[in-house]
């Protein structure tokens, strides 16, 4: 029988991806407690000492695990590739792409494409707020709603001057969602199923609350 010492584990090496698979799960069913609850604690939305203790239990479990002077993986390098299984990590990576398909949309909606601007004038507000929303995605809901969206603000006041209605604007956020929800899609089969319901939530939050921000800076400025 095998335990978790390094130097008697025998297993075959797995992924780290895969040992950090269904974390949460894990915990839930040893502490017979939901998952929702324990991904909670973990995004410092909710506190409970007993399963903030048990994440780090599970996360040093799989630290052992990995063997990182064996495998070659430290704790941060097994994060990393974790993280390159989320949405943001894809999203970021193809912004530039992102941007190309949203002025698409643009030139196709009905009511964006009567609005005469240059392409650059057009598209120069979404890689900052695209870049917003990514930072805003990884904070509680409670934290997200505390930020100041300066770069949604932004696109509201600059959105006065160039011929735009609220409806305009609005529509704009609408085209990044389905863009990045394409991005998704097409990378379906690399994200993280576990976290990829709880991504496309915060994204959500985040490019609803940028469109408030830049709707009332749209409006105080008209």
Not at 39 to 53: I, L
Request: hydrophobic residues 35%.
């Amino acid at each position: 029988m095998h335990d978790d010492n390094a130097s008697t584990f025998r297993g075959p090496a797995l992924p780290p991806q895969t040992l950090y698979r269904g974390l949460y799960i894990r915990i839930a069913r040893r502490l017979r407690i939901d998952p929702s609850y324990v991904s909670r604690v973990a995004r410092g939305e909710r506190h409970s000492k007993t399963v903030e203790h048990a994440i780090r239990q599970e996360i040093d479990h799989i630290n052992k695990k990995l063997n990182a002077s064996r495998l070659g993986f430290s704790a941060k390098s097994a994060r990393a590739l974790a993280d390159g299984k989320r949405l943001r990590f894809f999203v970021k990576r193809n912004r530039r792409s992102l941007r190309r398909e949203w002025l698409q949309y643009c030139k196709t909606d009905p009511n964006l494409k009567r609005i005469k601007l240059p392409t650059h004038e057009r598209t120069s507000p979404i890689l900052p707020l695209i870049d917003e929303a990514l930072k805003a995605m990884k904070l509680s809901l409670k934290e997200m709603a505390t930020l100041p969206m300066r770069s949604a603000r932004k696109h509201g006041r600059a959105r006065v001057g160039q011929g735009y209605k609220p409806r305009h604007l609005l529509e704009e956020y609408n085209l990044i969602r389905r863009c990045i929800f394409s991005i998704a899609e097409e990378n379906a089969g690399r994200l993280d199923t576990h976290f990829l319901v709880h991504d496309l939530g915060q994204l959500g939050e985040a490019l609803d609350l940028q469109a408030q921000h830049a709707l009332n800076a749209f409006i105080a400025e008209a």
